[in-house]
């Protein structure tokens, strides 16, 4: 699929963590919904800020345990009931109390691998490029001690002239344009 053309956005660097986030909540405000925030740590309060409330690694780990659950529980059944029954010591073959451990075992390993591989699908990654890397001051600054709002063109409130003069009334040492 080719790249599209044009303008990816405007992005604003700031000095700290609290001018970031005073920017993010005013954009939040001000009616803007597709916009990014990009720090050398985690600021939650940034993503407070811009409306971030996905969580959905959780539901993708409680549908993956009970994957492993029924699975496992499913395979002991099928083959003490019907492949492969033993008789042993006159003992039933469908024994669930037997079941319960390794069932329990596989709903861990099952969850563990759905969070993994699902926080890796639910962000994209690996993803090899990003326009945002275009941008000058991004690439030495994201990394170590400069703080990122980004205001998408996919937004509907976006006008370039307008979204510009909001991002640099919230003072910010640049504001330069994101090209795709």
């Known amino acids: 699929m080719?790249?599209?053309?044009?303008?990816?956005g405007l992005m604003a660097e700031f000095d700290s963590a609290t001018d970031l986030v005073?920017?993010?909540?005013?954009a939040y405000k001000a009616g803007y919904r597709r916009m990014d925030c990009y720090t050398p740590?985690?600021?939650e309060e940034?993503?407070?800020a811009i409306g971030f409330h996905r969580d959905e690694v959780s539901l993708v780990c409680l549908i993956g345990g009970v994957l492993g659950l029924v699975a496992m529980y499913g395979l002991e059944t099928?083959?003490?009931v019907w492949a492969f029954p033993l008789n042993i010591a006159g003992r039933p073959?469908?024994?669930?109390?037997?079941?319960v451990v390794p069932a329990?075992?596989?709903?861990i390993l099952w969850s563990g691998i759905a969070a993994a591989f699902g926080m890796l699908a639910l962000c994209g990654l690996p993803k090899t490029y990003h326009p945002v890397f275009n941008a000058p001051n991004f690439r030495n600054g994201a990394t170590t001690d400069k703080f990122f709002l980004c205001?998408?063109?996919t937004d509907p409130k976006f006008a370039a002239e307008e979204a510009r003069s909001f991002l640099e009334a919230q003072s910010p040492v640049s504001v330069v344009e994101v090209e795709y």
């Open 104 to 107: 329990y075992e596989w709903t």
């Open 93 to 99: 073959y469908y024994s669930w109390p037997a079941f």
């Open 151 to 153: 205001l998408e063109s």
């Open 22 to 26: 005073h920017a993010a909540k005013a």
């Open 46 to 48: 940034a993503a407070e």
């Open 78 to 80: 099928w083959i003490a």
């Open 2 to 8: 080719p790249l599209p053309e044009g303008l990816y």
């Open 41 to 43: 740590y985690a600021v």
